[in-house]
């Protein structure tokens, strides 16, 4: 057995070259499958539906791949549609694709995989106990489910099932980065392990090449290994950096964990073929007592407006240590003062994040910094816009002109590089969930639909 699954990019819309993907179609793949989301930006994507990148970038993208399966009359698989998976962004980039159909004169059948999860779905699986928490998971409770959006983690089941019903392009909602790759391997009969590992290695296409980039790989799976190969011109792949890639978002760099398994790794050796080919053997796939999805939710939690300031002088760099602590406790005061009582300095954030002096590492920076300037970052969180942009201007007001007890007299502390300085950053979330709903069936969490292009 030969196949040839194509990876053309790590994130749909990231921009890959023309000329990687050629080299690729060039060897004619079995099928073509992408990644086009993540919770990696964090949960704003999921908690707005607004996907990450831009249409422009997206529809480019998706153009080169939907012309590349009709030429080569192969399967395109696209998951986590409009970064977050929700509903929402498999529908819009679907219109995408209807637009790049009516005008390359493209015909496909097109089939569209929905993981919104109901209300009232979640709170009968919380009811049963089959929502259980992954390590680190946040208390949850059946209310929560009726704040902010959530979806299941799908694996390659209901992308098989849209195979087999005939869908020329597969437009997924949140799934598995591994399933897409995995999902029609797996239909042909190839070792699970190795398909598995296969597709972890592939999944954020050329990120394990030297060096990293938005382009390619190319994956040979055959019946005792499978070599993958970078595209772009300038690349090559190690055996360290392809085995260094099952530690990518992974805290066990052997044991990965699927919906229907593990893949266990332990036993994977990796040799090079030449300078941009590694050949890998060795995995194995562990099947699970029971199927999980995970599942992952985002809530709504506030408005923010955010300052950006800097300081050069030595002695305010100082003396911000002790000034801030009690800046906050004089913004508690004036809320109470401008609002009238009608705002809670209780539900306001005001957050000073000193860039340069261990901002990025929050207090756990393990040696002590002495920058020669700081950049500050103020955030002003609050129940509505309006408030937070009232308050940021105050906040900025006052910190520009921070008393500094060893100067006498008025200074400037911080130097704003806006005019006005409050910008209004908009809707901010958080994530409500690190779960699995257990004891479901492959696909019962799932829905498609199919139309012809």
């Known amino acids: 057995m030969e196949l ?64 590349a399966r009709d030429e080569l009359g192969v399967p395109l698989i696209i998951g986590s549609c409009g970064t977050s998976g929700r509903d929402a962004g498999v529908d819009w980039v679907a219109s995408l694709a209807r637009t790049i159909a009516a005008e390359e004169d493209l015909h496909a059948k097109l089939g569209l995989i929905y993981s919104d999860q109901p209300v009232q779905r979640l709170q009968d699986l919380y009811d049963a106990g089959r929502i259980q928490p992954l390590a680190n998971a946040p208390e949850i409770d059946r209310e929560l489910f009726q704040r902010g959006h959530t979806v299941a983690m799908m694996g390659v089941e209901p992308l098989q099932e849209a195979l087999r019903d005939g869908c020329d392009i597969v437009l997924a909602g949140r799934a598995s980065d591994t399933a897409l790759f995995a999902a029609l391997p797996h239909m042909r009969g190839a070792d699970p392990g190795l398909t598995w590992h296969m597709a972890k290695t592939i999944e954020c296409g050329a990120a394990c090449a030297i060096p990293p980039s938005a382009n390619g790989l190319l994956a040979t799976l055959r019946d005792d290994h499978f070599d993958v190969t970078t595209l772009a011109t300038g690349t090559r792949l190690t055996p360290r950096s392809v085995a260094a890639h099952t530690l990518y978002e992974n805290a066990d760099p052997y044991h990965i964990a699927e919906p229907s398994g593990v893949l266990d790794t332990t036993g994977a050796s990796y040799e090079a073929v030449d300078e941009r080919t590694v050949r890998v053997r060795g995995a194995r796939y562990l099947p699970a007592d ?31 240590p002790k000034l801030l602590p009690a800046a906050e406790r004089y913004f508690h005061d004036k809320i109470l003062d401008v609002f009238n009582g009608r705002v809670d300095p209780a539900g306001i954030d005001i ?77 901010l979330y958080r994530f409500t969930l690190n779960h699995v709903a257990t004891g479901v069936t492959p696909t019962e969490l799932f829905r498609t639909v199919t139309e012809e292009l």
Do not use: W
């Open 351 to 427: 957050d000073y994040r000193l860039y340069g002096a261990g901002a990025v590492l929050t207090g756990s920076e393990p040696d002590p910094l002495t920058p020669r300037e700081l950049g500050v970052l103020i955030t002003v969180t609050a129940p509505d816009q309006e408030t937070a942009h009232a308050i940021a201007t105050f906040v900025a007001h006052a910190s520009s002109h921070l008393p500094i007890a060893e100067y006498d007299g008025l200074v400037s502390t911080l130097a704003y590089p806006y005019s006005p300085p409050e910008m209004d950053r908009g809707a």
């Open 290 to 320: 029971g199927y999980t999805n995970k599942l992952e939710g985002a809530e709504l939690v506030g408005y923010q407006t955010v300052i950006i300031g800097g300081v050069r002088d030595r002695v305010v760099i100082d003396a911000l």
């Open 4 to 67: 040839r699954i194509l990876a053309p990019t790590g994130a749909l819309g990231a921009g890959f070259d023309a000329d990687a993907l050629a080299r690729g179609l060039a060897a004619r793949p079995d099928v073509i499958a992408c990644d086009a989301g993540s919770t990696d930006s964090g949960p704003a994507a999921l908690g707005s539906g607004t996907p990450k990148l831009s249409a422009q970038a997206v529809t480019r993208d998706l153009r080169l791949l939907m012309r």
